[in-house]
């Protein structure tokens, strides 16, 4: 876990200091709206439905036991005991008061945490693989670097007011854990032949109106020379980027227009130039402050522990409820004798992604006494221990199980992507969270859920496409015609390895009748579906038709 | 005569613009300083210099800096005009015209100025700004000092913290 | 004789967020009034545009304040657009929170007003 030095925690006060002062000048009606607004935004600060919100930024999706017990109190006193985990691993609070949130920023800077940059366009959180540490196929921990680009990023003057947000994400596993083909700059840690360490940069990704993913635009970049690149896609987006017309403006629709080749080009040329006049190495980060950085993280104290937890065994013998918790929710982990364990947010009938102060409190006391101190926010709204010994298990899985956050489901039909909607956001044609309440309902017998198997759903409440939607095995995007609420669903997208944009599946739907067309789809699936497919696979041999037929016939 | 902020090693004080900002619609005025369009100064720009005047180019936003680079040692002033605050393209306008090219006159900031912009402008090698929000120089006194410390480098050359760092561990 | 139902009459009122707490605020007489019920409803367009006008001179009070439409729904008002019954309100998925807590008829009447229109005071999709 990276610990600020007193350097960052000054960054942060300077930044504290400076959003209250700006605050004073918006009441004191020296600043207009439209002047504060891009100010606010870069603090992660939105006047939404109901009230303010603020997206505090869980950088690279990492906590320890005292930023959770803070987010719990902040979320207690100043929201309505709750926060909401996103999909670009923020959180969330409602009901937030401009007044109040100088003060916030303060609390959050006493341990680390911030708003800085989780909107506005200027670069956003950096994400990483949410299994960093743990995951034995990674080739290095990809916080480190996500952690370089942080500092790299934060307060850029000259990259602060782009055509548009930016989003980076760094993954170092085959295995693609951070939708690294939707976002803007999607970085993965691989080794070349000789056995370097470097980058393979894939830029142009997104969602939203027009979904792309993301080319690879260099298969190889030495890690010493990644900030400076980043400058030269960051240069090249700032001055070419549309910006007559917002939608148009995102880095995705540069790479489209140009092509990948002829975007990379002139990415090259200018990196080119920055080598040749030494502004690339005054940029790139020393090799000394990367190792500075590596150091700051830590090593975890892992113990000599057999593979194989008598314990742990025993307990999945005892009881199949336990049992089936592992199958879904614990994955292997790099060291013997430990599991990654992830805490589901989408028990059957609550808010998808939500979590109470009361169970962020207690989430913290879990990290803290059995993963080394640590807990990750995951892009799919939920929160994982990295860190679990085996013999652990049975008690980390008895108080998730007091606290209600022991649903077994993860990948399942209930484990649920879903933005806020039209409950909370200003920018939604419809609701998503009663949409996402209806389909898991439906699904809520866990050995129902596990018999359907992996299943992806992903809703969101309008085409800026904050649920993922696109890339959901089902997805679901709410519409409005002519002032109801519909729905349009899309089926076979997927965010991971196999990133694909999913296809329309026809007319949308009024609202009450999308959990049924869920049932239909499902149904469809288990009838045609081949030994070992999920959903997603049947979908892809069989095509569309089959499941077409199938919902429209029952709609009429 | 119209006043700017301009940086005097470093501190923002006011000062006389001694450049007249000639629209392309009117003719040019036969004697001082002017501040002139890209199009204007290359038809009038080699004359004005001759006759020992001194000239400063507006660039708007879709002008690069790379078509007045081979002509900057005759331009004592440019000006990059800001559309809108939230068009962030000048600022790697002015990053490549004291990096690259090496420009050392006068960088000054027109069009929707704000003080809240005012420490990017200043990092990325602005030294003149005209504001547009009725601020003073007393009040970018203030928001230019903000920020004790940097996390990377700019055309301003303060030292970044990975810098600090590393000197502090060899002292160490 | 016609079987084409009667086109709701339709009013405007003047609502916005509070800029200290983000509370969503309807005008009524130059003041602004948390709950719907109190909203000031204009029939026509200049009695409404000068109300809006007014609001707009409040910058350190009020962000964006804008014109919704409005009806009566068995004498209740109602807004028209769904968005704007939500921002009555409060969040669907939880009766527990926001305006809807205070309860009363005319939250009743919003609750089961059914049918919607495009809102009329829908402002830029993005916030910039």
Redesign the interface.
């Known amino acids: 876990m990276y610990r600020y030095d007193a350097l960052d925690a000054e960054m942060l006060a300077d930044r504290t200091a400076e959003f209250r002062t700006q605050v004073g000048r918006r009441v004191a009606g020296e600043l207009t709206e439209e002047q504060f607004k891009p100010l606010r935004l870069m603090n992660g600060l939105y006047l939404q439905l109901h009230a303010y919100m603020l997206r505090i930024a869980i950088p690279y999706g990492t906590l320890t036991s005292r930023k959770l017990h803070r987010l719990a109190h902040i979320s207690r006193v100043y929201s309505r005991g709750y926060g909401h985990f996103t999909t670009r691993c923020n959180l969330q609070l409602h009901w937030i008061k401009l007044k109040d949130t100088p003060d916030i920023l303060d609390l959050l800077a006493e341990v680390g945490l911030h708003s800085i940059q989780t909107s506005g366009n200027c670069i956003r959180n950096i994400t990483a693989d949410p299994y960093a540490g743990a995951n034995a196929e990674e080739v290095d921990d990809p916080r480190v670097w996500s952690e370089t680009i942080r500092q790299w990023s934060t307060f850029h003057p000259e990259f602060s007011f782009l055509p548009r947000k930016f989003k980076i994400a760094v993954g170092a596993a085959p295995d693609d854990r951070t939708a690294a083909r939707i976002y803007d700059i999607g970085l993965k840690l691989r080794r070349n032949r000789e056995g370097q360490l470097g980058f393979e940069v894939m830029v142009g990704g997104g969602l939203g109106r027009t979904p792309y993913l993301a080319p690879t635009i260099r298969e190889f970049l030495p890690t010493k020379d990644l900030l400076s690149y980043l400058a030269a896609i960051l240069r090249v987006y700032n001055r070419y980027g549309r910006r007559d017309n917002i939608w148009k403006a995102r880095i995705k629709i540069l790479v489209a227009s140009l092509g990948a080749e002829q975007f990379a080009r002139q990415v090259e040329a200018e990196w080119k130039t920055m080598t040749q006049s030494g502004e690339a190495a005054r940029i790139d980060a020393p090799e000394a402050e990367v190792a500075r950085i590596r150091r700051a993280f830590g090593t975890t104290p892992f113990k000599d522990l057999p593979a194989v937890s008598e314990a742990f065994e025993a307990a999945k013998a005892a009881d199949p409820a336990f049992a089936r918790f592992v199958r879904h929710n614990v994955l292997p982990h790099k060291v013997p004798g430990y599991a990654i364990v992830t805490i589901s947010l989408k028990a059957p009938g609550e808010v998808p992604g939500d979590c109470s102060s009361d169970q962020m409190d207690a989430i913290a006391d879990l990290a803290e006494r059995y993963s080394f101190d640590e807990a990750r926010n995951h892009f799919e709204q939920n929160l994982v221990l990295p860190h679990v010994a085996l013999d652990d298990l049975p008690a980390v899985y008895a108080e998730l199980e007091r606290i209600g956050l022991a649903t077994p489901n993860i990948g399942l039909a209930t484990d649920i992507i879903a933005c806020p909607g039209l409950d909370y956001c200003t920018l939604a044609n419809a609701r998503a969270i009663p949409i996402a309440q209806d389909i898991a309902r439906r699904f809520a017998d866990p050995a129902v859920a596990e018999e359907v198997g992996e299943l992806r759903i992903k809703i969101s409440g309008c085409i800026n496409a904050c649920g993922q939607h696109h890339v959901g095995h089902i997805g679901i995007l709410g519409v409005d015609k002519k002032g109801e609420e519909f729905y349009q669903l899309t089926l076979g997208g997927s965010g991971l390895e196999d990133a694909r944009l999913g296809e329309i599946l026809g007319p949308a739907l009024p609202g009450p009748r999308v959990a049924e067309a869920v049932d239909v789809l499902v149904d469809t699936y288990m009838k045609e579906r081949a030994e070992g497919e999920r959903f997603v696979d049947t979908f892809r041999r069989i095509g569309l038709a089959p499941f077409k037929a199938a919902v429209y016939a029952e709609a009429h | 005569m119209q006043k700017l902020i301009k940086l005097d090693q470093g501190r923002p004080a006011w000062v006389e613009d001694s450049f007249l900002d000639v629209p392309d619609e009117e003719p040019t005025p036969g004697q001082g300083d002017v501040l002139v369009s890209f199009a204007r100064f290359q038809e009038e720009g080699e004359a004005l210099a001759a006759a020992g005047r001194k000239v400063g180019v507006r660039l708007k936003a879709d002008e690069p800096v790379e078509a007045l680079a081979p002509f900057l040692d005759r331009v004592a002033v440019v000006a990059l005009a800001f559309p809108k605050f939230r068009d962030g393209r000048q600022y790697s306008q002015a990053v490549l015209l004291r990096d690259r090219y090496g420009y050392t006159g006068e960088l000054r900031a027109v069009g929707d100025v704000l003080l809240e912009q005012g420490r990017f402008m200043v990092r990325c090698g602005f030294d003149a700004f005209v504001p547009a929000d009725g601020t003073a120089p007393d009040d970018w006194v203030g928001a230019l000092a903000r920020y004790r410390y940097v996390y990377q480098t700019a055309v301003d050359r303060r030292e970044p913290n990975f810098a600090l760092r590393l000197r502090a561990a060899e002292g160490a | 004789m016609s079987d084409v139902p009667a086109k709701p009459v339709l009013f405007k009122g003047v609502t916005g ?1 509070r ?6 605020v309807f005008w009524a007489d130059g003041a602004w009034r948390e709950r719907f019920a109190d909203i000031q409803l204009f029939d026509d367009p200049a009695s409404a545009d000068a109300a809006l006008a007014r609001a707009k001179a409040q ?2 009070v009020i ?2 304040p804008y014109l919704i439409d409005v009806r009566f729904d068995d004498g209740l008002p109602v807004p028209v ?3 704007e019954r ?2 009555a309100l ?5 009766p527990d ?2 305006k809807q807590t205070e309860g009363g008829a005319v939250v009743d009447a919003i609750v089961h007003a059914s ?4 809102s009329a005071g829908r402002i830029n ?4």
């Open positions: 967020n800029l200290a707490d983000g509370e969503v910058p350190t962000v964006d657009a769904y968005r939500v921002r409060g969040p669907t998925i939880h929170m926001g049918g919607a229109a495009r999709l993005i916030k910039r």
